[in-house]
């Protein structure tokens, strides 16, 4: 199975690319900076997310859309860039994973009210969680795309250790059996290469978080 992983570069495009490659997967990675390594990748390419056409990535069995954007200025890239990518892989077999926010999450099953919208929601966190929402509600309006947003738990630790083991949650915040809302990166990477080999929740947001 061939895999592209753009934006691989950051924290969680880098660990979605080990995993991936550790269980047999070819994978390319989408870097934007000259000299940027990646390990496990077949190839690295050199390019923006926003020069990407059908033709880089037609060969692929799936996308993952690993981008970030976490300052006042770039937050509307998320929208931008998500965009560009539903837009090229219109019509198209090719699926499209992308790593989402938990803010956008809902607090249960009446989905009036956001992760976001907490009281205890960090101040700091808002824009960003806002911005992935938006993206978010835009995705939801593509019946042209074979999209899969993927949100971490509200704790997505970058250093936490990888114990294989995780709950699959879907539009509402999701919660362990300890009640917390936590997953690794590492946890999170081995999640994410299971719903790209299952397929499983295809135009579907979906939650992972520690079991």
């Known amino acids: 199975m061939k895999i592209a992983v753009v934006a691989a570069a950051g924290k969680a495009g880098r660990k979605i690319v080990a995993e991936a490659a550790s269980?047999?997967?070819e994978v390319t990675a989408f870097v934007r900076r000259r000299g940027q390594v990646v390990d496990g990748a077949k190839k690295v390419i050199i390019k923006d997310i926003l020069a990407l056409t059908f033709d880089d990535l037609k060969d692929f069995d799936a996308v993952v859309d690993a981008?970030?954007?976490?300052t006042p200025e770039t937050l509307s890239q998320h929208s931008a860039t998500l965009k560009h990518l539903c837009d090229i892989l219109s019509g198209s077999k090719i699926r499209l994973l992308i790593v989402g926010g938990a803010g956008s999450l809902y607090l249960d099953d009446t989905h009036t009210a956001q992760v976001m919208n907490a009281p205890n929601f960090p101040d700091m966190?808002?824009?960003?969680?806002?911005a992935q929402a938006k993206a978010l509600d835009e995705l939801?309006?593509?019946?042209?795309?074979?999209?899969t947003f993927v949100s971490p738990a509200c704790d997505f630790q970058?250093?936490?250790e990888c114990t294989g083991k995780y709950l699959v949650g879907g539009e509402v915040l999701t919660l362990n059996a300890a009640g917390e809302s936590v997953i690794s990166y590492a946890d999170y990477a081995v999640a994410?290469?299971?719903e790209i080999?299952?397929?499983n929740h295809i135009?579907?947001?979906i939650g992972f978080v520690k079991a």
């Open 140 to 147: 939801r309006n593509r019946d042209d795309v074979q999209w």
């Open 67 to 70: 981008f970030g954007a976490f």
């Open 197 to 199: 080999l299952s397929g």
């Open 192 to 194: 994410m290469v299971d």
């Open 23 to 25: 269980r047999g997967l």
């Open 203 to 205: 135009k579907q947001r």
């Open 158 to 160: 970058a250093d936490g």
């Open 125 to 130: 966190f808002k824009p960003l969680a806002a």
